[in-house]
């Protein structure tokens, strides 16, 4: 079956500039989940979606950062005025419940750039 | 403040050795652990778990152990094959959260 999908798989843009990365998660997964993960870094977690529920914002890194997802399906993270700082590869995972338990499955990443 | 450390950035061993990756956590809280397997280009894929009531799990070539008392679990791969040369990952949650926290990875290379 499907695995996670994002896209674009390369996006790059300027300074100030707006982006938006999608995510196309596995179907029927519940839970979906955005991290990224800078150059020497680990994966840095964003946001969580799970279900109907509100989300888990807490890892948004500035209010430049927003994510929504449409129909409890796909997902789309959305960065404004983007910054160098920002650079990094994003990824998203879903997984089948709300439990922490439950293995992330993960798309191939977003690798963004701003010059 | 990172939680879950690698310390070791990368790591190189001959084929047919034993491959020994190891990953230290601060959080008390967390419970259940993961190992991820990333390649280039790919996003990480699950390699094998264990929980707090455990302080060994086998699958295969891989074995992760885990001293709760230390805070500390390693990854063992035996034997170590080239298809192994990847960046590992080790990651943590809680019960009562919604997040994985992960390390900066180690990058594994498997000599021929």
């Known amino acids: 079956g499907a695995g996670v999908s994002q896209s674009p798989s390369n996006k790059v843009t300027e300074k100030g500039k707006d982006v938006e990365l999608r995510c196309d998660p596995i179907s029927g997964h519940t839970a979906l989940y955005w991290y990224r993960q800078s150059l020497g870094q680990g994966l840095e977690f964003l946001i969580y979606?799970?279900?109907?529920?509100?989300?888990?914002k807490s890892g948004l890194p500035s209010d430049r950062f927003s994510a929504e997802r449409t129909g409890g399906s796909v997902s789309t993270l959305t960065i404004q005025r983007t910054q160098q700082e920002d650079s990094a590869v994003y990824l998203c995972a879903s997984s089948p419940g709300a439990l922490s338990y439950n293995e992330q499955f993960f798309g191939p990443g977003t690798r963004l750039t701003v010059l | 403040d990172q939680q879950v450390k690698q310390n070791s950035p990368s790591l190189s061993v001959q084929e047919g050795r034993i491959s020994i990756l190891n990953c230290d956590y601060t959080n008390s809280m967390f419970d259940y652990f993961l190992w991820y397997k990333k390649y280039p280009a790919e996003g990480p894929t699950f390699l094998i778990s264990i929980s707090s009531i455990k302080d060994k799990n086998e699958d295969g070539r891989f074995t992760v152990f885990l001293n709760k008392s230390a805070k500390h679990l390693s990854l063992h791969i035996v034997p170590s094959q080239p298809g192994d040369s990847a960046v590992y990952f080790c990651a943590a949650s809680a019960r009562t959260g919604n997040q994985f926290y992960f390390g900066t990875g180690t990058s594994l290379t498997v000599i021929p």
């Open positions: 979606f799970q279900g109907n529920s509100a989300p888990d």
